[in-house]
């Protein structure tokens, strides 16, 4: 894709975490179309498209997009990649499970948009900061990232939230779950053995630690949105900079 285009792409993003993405790289500029939940700064103007998981495809073309950015992150987001590649809108689809899967995706996402040096020094940041953010510890801590509280549903081992946790020198409490989250019982909670509960409800309005709390486990609880740790962009570091506090705070 040439970087000397008279005319800069007009650009569509269907889930937050690509917005992020986009912001980050400068072109918010450019976007023309997001999904309801992006709240990435410079997007006031775009049009909404309606939630990450029912986009109204309609509204996409009449956007008329040079370039859609979607994502199968978000479960059964990939209905609404089917739906917007069958109306024909050219599409990059976005599927990180690793955390240097999500520093690739930017870095792909730079050098499609004609800004690959935005994209790596981004990156460099990222990883820079995340290297600093690392608390000094007695011992790794077992983490529980909370995704909803009914059922209980928590990251497993195919998650970015792995590697972060890794980053940061603890443990994700189910790591040795196959899958990217599963749905859990109070009990295996409990087996885990986990020393903080992360609360990171995705998509909830408010997020109330106090509910996880009062499950009586007697394990310290932080709430962190879904921003930082639910989006697979470089956001994530914002999540990051919250566990490393929490960390640091723990009696282990």
């Known amino acids: 894709m040439s970087t000397s285009a008279a005319v800069p792409l007009r650009l569509a993003s269907l889930v937050a975490s690509n ?26 103007t775009a ?11 309609q509204a996409l073309q009449e956007a008329a997009p040079d370039l859609v950015l979607a994502s199968l992150s978000v479960p059964g987001q990939d209905r609404v990649v089917a739906q917007v590649q069958a109306a024909g809108l050219p599409t990059l689809v976005l599927d990180p499970v690793t955390l240097s899967q999500v520093m690739a995706d930017i870095r792909l996402v730079g050098e499609r948009l004609g ?22 510890l007695p011992r790794p801590p077992r ?21 972060l946790l890794s980053e940061l020198g603890a443990v994700n409490a189910f790591a040795q779950r196959p899958g990217r989250s599963t749905p859990l019982t109070l009990e295996e909670v409990q087996d885990a053995q986990p020393d903080l509960i992360v609360c990171s409800w995705c998509g909830a309005k ?30 994530l570091i914002e999540g990051a900079r919250q566990l490393s506090e929490a960390l640091k705070n723990l009696n282990i």
Request: glycine share 8%; net charge negative.
């Open 19 to 44: 917005s992020d993405i986009l912001a980050a790289l400068g072109l918010y500029g450019q976007v023309v179309a997001v999904d309801s939940h992006s709240d990435a700064p410079g997007l006031e």
């Open 47 to 57: 049009r909404r498209l309606g939630l990450d998981l029912d986009i109204d495809v």
């Open 115 to 136: 800004v690959p040096e935005r994209a790596e020094a981004v990156v460099r940041a990222f990883q820079d900061e995340l290297r600093d953010l690392r608390p000094t």
């Open 143 to 163: 983490v529980v990232v909370e995704w909803w509280p009914r059922p209980i549903i928590a990251a497993t081992c195919d998650s970015w939230v792995t590697d």
């Open 206 to 235: 408010k997020l109330r630690p106090e509910v996880i709390e009062a499950r009586g486990l007697g394990v310290p609880v932080v709430a962190i949105h879904e921003s930082g740790l639910g989006r697979p962009g470089p956001r």
